[in-house]
């Protein structure tokens, strides 16, 4: 029953800022990789952005380098990814998945969670 559980997603215009949360109050996300990834409708699920779980390494889709950033806040078990300069194309239901490193493709803990919707539009 444990899940994930992402927020803050909504309307935008292109190049407008927002923040996704993922929290989680059944483990720890400092354990595992945290992996972000969008599906947009008609297309397969991507990934988008991971965070290591040994050093905090951090990987981006190529389309985002640049404008989105992924970080971890212990205190408060959540991981968040920044996206800035937001685009049309951007525009998905952004998930995220507790990985044992950033190379996984399913969640190692818990399970797929309802995912937060982006929608950039003008």
């Known amino acids: 029953q444990v899940q994930l559980v992402e927020s803050g997603g909504g309307l935008v215009h292109p190049g407008d800022s927002l923040r996704l949360s993922c929290a989680s109050s059944?483990?720890?996300?400092?354990?595992?990789?945290i992996r972000w990834f969008r599906r947009a409708p008609g297309k397969e699920r991507e990934g988008v952005s991971c965070v290591s779980r040994t050093d905090n390494t951090t990987y981006y889709k190529d389309s985002v380098k640049g404008r989105f950033t992924i970080s971890r806040d212990s205190a408060k078990n959540t991981v968040y990814l920044q996206m800035n300069n937001v685009k049309p194309e951007d525009s998905a239901v952004y998930y995220c998945a507790a990985l044992i490193d950033c190379s996984g493709t399913f969640p190692k803990v818990g399970s797929w969670g309802q995912g937060t919707q982006v929608t950039v539009s003008s």
């Open positions: 059944g483990f720890i996300l400092d354990y595992y990789a």
